[in-house]
């Protein structure tokens, strides 16, 4: 079936008294990269876990490959943990050859700059080493679906680049792709983003659609370390951003006040809101309510 | 997944040694250590007739002391001091057989083979009249909980910062490696102090057994040996990654000394090619103290060697193990902590 | 006070960890080390905190007593709460009473984790933890103040949390020196380090990298040369060393990311493997 790879419909997952997920319906299509943002505690794992067919819904269904995620569908399915699932003490031909066997697929060929590492055990490799095994491993069968849970957390600049050409390829062979990140950079990797909150699904789409009507305001000054500390005591919501100190839904003109007070010389203007600044405005409001 | 778990257990290199090593140590100890009959037993003889009464022995009686201006208390003194066995007085009839009741199975044999000799010797037991098992084994156990509380739990103390990856930031703070280690410790020694103490009223109450020497010098004994344990502990936990391997390790340790320590069959009834593995283990010193003082009542001088033993030990180890462990704290150690997300592969050179 | 590591040299057996780097750390300033696995970036924090021994080199640094460090490993006695965890630790540098109290709150407070208090540190969320690690390393107002990658895999928000709390400890005179995996971060700092396999690649302020970096870079979906281009979002980047790149070619303003993995692919492609 051509159709959707994996669907959540109205999904709900209660602890007890604590709502995880709360009427979650989302969807990955063939060839599509969707992003999954959201804090932590925001429902993110437990919705995969759903998903994955790993716990059960409380109310509401999901659907793998056009049915219940059971052993045979999770056979067309890769996944990556944040863990990276890998053993330590094995070798990395040992542990293709151990994920291969499981999935009952030949066992990968190492492209040429993981060659040297074949015999090595795998708790000895770097950990972009480690990822890229990872990633052969839970590809090696050919899955249609990918969940991917922070596909490139602690790697460095060029290996993650090469980790999203992988994704990227994955999708454009028709595979559909379900990755977590709290790197909001690699949000624009996405083709498609889903931002929980509170086990919500709070915003759906584009980046534009994830920020929503969050703004920004950036201050350029020379006394940034000052400018800084009066704004945060003033309980404004900061960021630094590159040289200039970004304040999210704030008034200009309640800034300037603050500023002058202080006798500081600023010069502010508004800008587009960035996913982070999203985030933060949620986990203020969460922290007041 | 059989080749994927046979794979890891031979780079597993401590569980494979557990396997492979502990049942062929067991096979040999037991082939060549256990053995409750006792060949023979060591014998004094005392009083004027001390020649003759010697020479009439069966060779059972491995007579090495002839004292004929010996006197009873002598002869008491002899067995106190664990200098032998059984020791005959004569002078009366029948002969007064003396047998030293805290080495249980040379005594078991030695009332046995006294029996043959019917009206013509009188036999009390002394230290343990009844013979119980109790009496002799509880002070061995008390060496056992200590030993068993001072290695394995405190290598997994210790252990525990490792995996946790926070000895990397104690190592880096202003405080000294030795305080690091006395915090560490601090706790153990305390509960197995604790331990020790009810244990050994338990021991008292429930079973009757006596408490007939200095209960300080026990403690004394006790505390020395608490620091061997406690040192052994310590360089268990440097030269382990993780709780896992702490607990075998220590294992590995742990079991042959209950086996080989006399505590369950006689060290002297060993074959003498095992029995020198014996008296490498401080839990077998101690013994010696605890039954010495709590059935003999003996004084500490008499039991000057296991002290001896025991305070080199605890210096040794204890020094030895401080001294590793202040590499790990210190630069240039292997100090790469076992986090959630593993690093660069650095090879680390051993300083 | 400026303190540093000066052509520090560094091996682990037959491996050149560090080779001939010179790093400085002014007080009141944040330094960024970037650099992937294996470049050096762990082991050079570790050398100037005085875990790893130098072959080759010297460090200045203040006492342990001023130093304040968090590793990356997770940096947390798990099994006691996050108050005990900074008691203990403020205890170590000779912290007590009132003043112990007082700063407690002031740090947990900046750190958003007043809350957490009394909850155990293994039932912290990963980026709570790293906040807690972080207060156990300026608790005491370090001189120095080393951090190992102390937002990665943290989730936005605390990230943010956690480069405010750099910040205002550089602000307050603090020099503080930080590895990180991502260049956001490198970018809003005042000097930046780009390690690869031991050597520093280039470093200076975000400006000194741009202006001093040469070369075109272009982007394209179909990349000429293969082993210079990557991808970034839905494109390829495609560097010319040389700033020859083909005419017609859309040329782009290079930011740190592309910098740093031009740099890198420039000293791949001319070491022979």
């Known amino acids: 079936m051509t159709g959707v790879l994996l669907r959540a419909a109205h999904v709900t997952r209660r602890f007890g008294t604590f709502t995880a997920v709360d009427d979650v319906s989302m969807q990955v299509r063939p060839g599509e990269v969707v992003g999954l943002l959201g804090a932590n505690g925001a429902g993110k794992t437990t919705l995969i876990r759903m998903m994955l067919g790993l716990i059960a819904v409380t109310s509401g269904s999901v659907e793998m490959l056009g049915g219940p995620p059971d052993r045979k569908r999770r056979s067309r399915l890769g996944y990556v943990p944040q863990g990276l699932g890998l053993y330590g003490d094995l070798t990395v031909r040992e542990n293709l050859s151990f994920s291969a066997r499981a999935y009952g697929t030949a066992e990968p060929a190492l492209p040429a700059e993981l060659t040297r590492h074949a015999g090595a055990l795998v708790g000895d490799l770097p950990r972009g080493v480690q990822r890229q095994v990872a990633f052969l491993a839970a590809l090696a069968h050919s899955p249609e679906v990918l969940v991917l849970d922070e596909p490139t957390s602690g790697v460095d600049v060029l290996a993650r680049a090469s980790l999203w050409d992988t994704i990227r390829a994955q999708a454009d062979h028709g595979a559909g792709i379900l990755a977590t990140t709290h790197y909001m950079q690699e949000a624009q990797q996405c083709d498609r983003l889903l931002l929980m909150a509170d086990g919500r699904l709070v915003a759906e789409g584009s980046e534009a659609d994830i920020v929503g009507s969050t703004t920004a305001v950036a201050v350029r000054t020379d006394d940034w370390a000052q400018a800084f500390a009066v704004l945060n005591a003033a309980g404004a919501p900061v960021m630094l951003a590159g040289r200039a100190i970004r304040v999210a839904n704030a008034d200009p003109a309640e800034l300037a006040e603050v500023l002058e007070a202080a006798g500081i010389e600023a010069s502010l203007q508004p800008v587009p809101a960035t996913i982070e600044e999203r985030m933060l405005m949620l986990a203020r409001a969460a922290e007041t309510s | 997944m059989i080749l994927k778990e046979f794979r890891e257990l031979v780079r597993d290199r401590r569980t494979l040694g557990l396997l492979v090593m502990m049942p062929l140590l067991l096979l040999v100890i037991f082939g060549y250590a256990a053995n409750f009959y006792v060949s023979s037993v060591r014998a004094a003889v005392v009083g004027p007739q001390a020649s003759q009464v010697a020479a009439m022995l069966p060779s059972f009686f491995d007579v090495t002391v002839t004292e004929p201006s010996g006197t009873q208390a002598d002869a008491e003194m002899l067995l106190q001091d664990n200098k032998v066995d059984v020791a005959f007085v004569t002078g009366e009839t029948p002969v007064l057989a003396l047998v030293n009741g805290s080495n249980l199975f040379a005594a078991q044999s030695t009332v046995a083979a006294l029996n043959k000799a019917g009206s013509q010797v009188k036999t009390q037991v002394l230290y343990n009249p009844d013979l119980k098992t109790s009496w002799v084994m509880v002070p061995a156990i008390i060496g056992l909980i200590l030993t068993f509380i001072g290695t394995i739990v405190t290598s997994i103390g210790l252990v525990r910062e490792r995996e946790a990856g926070t000895l990397e930031q104690l190592a880096v703070m202003p405080i000294k490696p030795s305080r690091v280690i006395l915090g560490k410790i601090a706790p153990y020694f305390l509960v197995a102090s604790l331990d020790m103490l009810i244990v050994t009223v338990l021991g008292i109450a429930l079973f009757g057994v006596p408490f007939n020497g200095n209960p300080f010098a026990f403690v004394l004994g006790a505390g020395i040996f608490l620091f061997v344990v406690l040192g052994l502990g310590v360089a268990i936990s440097t030269i382990s990654q993780t709780s896992g391997q702490a607990i075998q390790t220590a294992i590995f340790f742990l079991v042959p000394q209950v086996l080989l320590s006399g505590m369950v069959f006689p060290l002297y009834a060993m074959a003498a090619g095992v029995r020198w593995i014996g008296y490498l283990f401080p839990l077998t010193y101690f013994i010696m103290i605890s039954q010495g003082i709590m059935l003999r009542g003996a004084p500490i001088t008499s039991l000057w060697l296991p002290f001896v033993v025991l305070t080199v030990m605890a210096v040794v180890v204890f020094t030895g193990a401080t001294l590793r462990f202040r590499r790990d704290l210190a630069p240039g150690g292997p100090g790469s902590p076992a986090g959630q997300q593993p690093s660069a592969a650095e090879t680390v050179s051993t300083a | ?273």
């Open chain 3, 1 to 273: 006070m400026t303190y540093a590591v000066r052509s520090a040299t560094v091996r682990f057996g037959s491996t050149l960890a560090l080779d001939d780097v010179t790093v400085e750390v002014p007080g009141g300033s944040v330094v960024a080390v970037v650099g992937g696995d294996g470049a050096g970036k762990s082991t050079l924090l570790r050398a100037l905190v005085g875990e790893v021994p130098l072959d080759a080199g010297t460090i200045e640094a203040p006492p342990r007593q001023r130093l304040g460090y968090l590793p990356a490993s997770s940096g947390s006695w798990a099994a006691l709460t996050v108050t005990q965890n900074i008691d203990f630790v403020a205890g170590i540098y000779g912290l007590a009473g009132e003043e112990l109290a007082a700063r407690r709150a002031e740090l947990l407070d900046r750190a958003s984790l007043t809350p957490a208090a009394g909850r155990l540190a293994s039932q912290l969320s990963g980026g709570m933890r790293r906040k807690l690690g972080f207060v156990m390393a300026i608790v005491h107002r370090p001189a120095l103040l080393i951090l190992d990658e102390p937002s990665t895999g943290v989730d936005p928000v605390s990230r943010i949390d956690l480069w405010r709390l750099a910040s205002e400890a550089a602000a307050s005179g603090a020099a503080v020196l930080m590895s990180t995996t991502y260049l956001d971060e490198a970018e809003r700092a005042a000097h930046l380090v780009v390690l690869d396999s031991g050597r520093v690649l280039i470093q200076g302020s975000y400006d000194d990298v741009r202006a001093g970096f040469s070369g075109a870079l272009t982007q394209t979906s179909e990349p000429v040369r293969i082993q210079w281009a990557w991808r970034r979002g839905r494109v390829q980047h495609e560097y010319w060393p040389g700033a020859d790149p083909p005419p017609g070619a859309a040329i782009v303003v290079p930011d740190l990311e592309d910098i740093v993995i031009a740099l890198s692919l420039a000293r791949r492609n001319a070491v022979p493997s």
